[in-house]
Antibody
Framework: QVQLVQSGAEVKKPGASVRVSCKVS????????MHWVRQAPGKGLEWMGG????????VYAQKFQGRVTMTEDTSTDTAYMELTSLRSEDTAVYYC??????????????WGQGTLVTVSS | EIVMTQSPATLSVSPGQRATLSCRAS??????LAWYQQKPGQAPRLLIY???TRATGIPARFSGSGSGTDFTLTISSLQSEDFAIYYC??????????FGQGTKVEIK
C-alpha cells in the first residue's frame, strides 16, 4: 500500500512562489508514476503535470507551462511541486497522486491528503 | 485534449435506491476510464479502473460499465457513506489526463 504524506498549508502573497512536498512510503518513488492535481474551492479536479511513462520525463499541463516545476528526490522518496508567480486563482488544494508500476496506462491509485495553498494580499 | 462530460451535475437519491451516473468522452478512450469518489474535506479515492474493474476494497455495490465514449457508474443500493461527489477520468490519450466536472450524489 502506497502512502503519500504532503506538507502543510501555505499562505502566500500574489507574485510569490510555493513548494509543496509529498513523502512516499510503502514503495519507492522509482516504482511510482507521480502526478499532481489541484482543486480550487468548490471546483473539480485539474491535472497539473506528472510522469510521462512514454519518454520517462515529467510533462506539464499547458496551462501551467513556465510556472510549475515538479521534481523528485529519490534519496528521500519525496516529490516536490513548485508553482511560481502565484495569483489569487491559484488558491486551491494541491494533491500528489500516483500510479504503481511502469505501464503506459496511468490511473491514480493513491492520493496524498492535500495541501491548501491560499494566495492573498 | 479529450473532454469528459458528466451528467447529471447533481443526483438526488434515497438511501437504498440505485444511482446511475454517466460520463461521456469527446472521443473514444477505449476502456481506459477510472472513477473516483470524493467526500467533503477528503482526497479523492479510486473506485473503478479499466471502466469496470473495482479497486482494492471497493464494495460490490459499485459497478462500472461502458467503452469508447459512453460510461456508467452504478451504485446498486446507496448507503449513507456513498453520498459524495464522483469524478470520471480518462487515461487513454495523454497528456493531459482529464477529469469530468463531477456528479454530486445527495440524499433525497
Amino acid at each position: 500500500q502506497v502512502q503519500l504524506v504532503q506538507s502543510g498549508a501555505e499562505v502566500k502573497k500574489p507574485g510569490a512562489s510555493v513548494r509543496v512536498s509529498c513523502k512516499v512510503s510503502g514503495y519507492t518513488l522509482r516504482e511510482l508514476s507521480m502526478h499532481w492535481v489541484r482543486q480550487a474551492p468548490g471546483k473539480g479536479l485539474e491535472w497539473m503535470g506528472g510522469f510521462d511513462p512514454e519518454d520517462g520525463k515529467i510533462v506539464y499541463a499547458q496551462k501551467f507551462q513556465g510556472r510549475v516545476t515538479m521534481t523528485e528526490d529519490t534519496s528521500t522518496d519525496t516529490a516536490y511541486m513548485e508553482l511560481t508567480s502565484l495569483r489569487s486563482e491559484d488558491t486551491a488544494v494541491y494533491y500528489c497522486t500516483c500510479h504503481l508500476g511502469a505501464g503506459l496506462l496511468i490511473w491514480f491509485e493513491s492520493w496524498g491528503q492535500g495541501t491548501l495553498v491560499t494566495v492573498s494580499s | 485534449e479529450i473532454v469528459m462530460t458528466q451528467s447529471p451535475a447533481t443526483l438526488s437519491v434515497s438511501p437504498g435506491q440505485r444511482a446511475t451516473l454517466s460520463c461521456r468522452a469527446s472521443q473514444s478512450v477505449s476502456s481506459n476510464l477510472a472513477w473516483y469518489q470524493q467526500k467533503p474535506g477528503q482526497a479523492p479515492r479510486l473506485l473503478i479502473y479499466y471502466a469496470s474493474t473495482r479497486a482494492t476494497g471497493i464494495p460490490a455495490r459499485f459497478s462500472g460499465s461502458g467503452s469508447g465514449t459512453d460510461f456508467t457508474l452504478t451504485i446498486s443500493s446507496l448507503q449513507s457513506e456513498d453520498f459524495a461527489i464522483y469524478y470520471c477520468q480518462q487515461y487513454n490519450n495523454w497528456p493531459p489526463w482529464t477529469f469530468g466536472q463531477g456528479t454530486k450524489v445527495e440524499i433525497k
